[in-house]
């Protein structure tokens, strides 16, 4: 079976300094991993797909299948960065239903 | 496209009464999803669907909950009779099998009272 674990609920930093949200996820195949932000009271976005390899606003996220971990980081953080942040999963390369963690809060004090 | 699209954006009800939430998903997506979310649960799975058939109902919380999706652009979350812990965010969202993540809808907020 497959599970995403979001092990911090909460997490907060200061302005400027590194944050790092943390994914561990179990499945026993080949899984697509994602990261969705929520701001408040909004609708979820898709921020990050591994395969994309991309960075958005900041954010990069690489998959390490030794460690089945997804986390998330940014060197520096902002105000506006505070956000639900979600990870998730899907098994395989075509999307079918997404698996996703509980959520971690973020707050950016100024 | 504009999106998913949610009705109403919010719903007050009282206790008992029957609340129907509506979702127009992207034109073309064929996977189509009802979440919950709470404080206390996070975001659940209620039901999804793909080519408008219902695939995995197993989070519909009781009998009270039915969903439909009688064509590719419409789908609609029941709850009959509603009870003041069914209050929650409910959101939709879209997707295409080949897609690049899900597109969600700005959900329902619900108030049973």
């Known amino acids: 079976a497959q599970r995403v674990t979001q092990p911090e609920k909460l997490l907060s930093v200061f302005k400027g300094a590194p944050v790092e949200l943390k994914c561990n996820y179990s499945?026993?195949?080949?899984?697509?991993l994602f990261w969705y932000v929520q701001y408040s009271r909004q609708r979820l976005q898709l921020l990050l797909r591994?395969?994309s390899r991309e960075s958005i606003k900041g954010f990069t996220a690489d998959l390490n299948k030794g460690e089945t971990s997804f986390h998330l980081k940014k060197p520096f953080a902002q105000e506006e960065d505070s956000a639900m942040y979600y990870c998730?999963?899907?098994?395989?390369?075509?999307?079918?239903?997404?698996?996703f963690g509980r959520g971690t809060q973020l707050t950016v004090w100024p | 496209d504009a999106g998913v699209i949610q009705s109403p954006r919010h719903e007050v009800t009282e206790m008992g009464q029957e609340v129907t939430l509506r979702c127009k998903p992207i034109?073309?997506?064929?996977?189509l999803f009802w979440y919950r979310q709470t404080m206390m649960r996070g975001l659940e799975l209620l039901i999804y669907?793909?080519?408008?058939?219902?695939?995995?109902d197993s989070g519909m919380p009781e009998d009270r909950f039915s969903a439909k999706m009688p064509n590719a652009s419409f789908s609609t979350l029941k709850i009959q009779p509603s009870e003041p812990r069914d209050s929650a965010v409910y959101f939709c969202?879209?997707?295409?099998?080949?897609?690049?993540?899900?597109?969600f809808g700005s959900g329902t907020r619900l108030t049973v009272v």
């Open positions: 969202a879209s997707s295409y099998i080949q897609g690049n993540g899900y597109t």
């Open positions: 499945y026993s195949g080949s899984p697509e």
């Open positions: 591994h395969i």
């Open positions: 998730a999963l899907s098994r395989g390369s075509t999307l079918g239903r997404l698996y």
């Open positions: 034109s073309g997506h064929d996977y």
């Open positions: 669907f793909n080519n408008n058939v219902p695939i995995d």
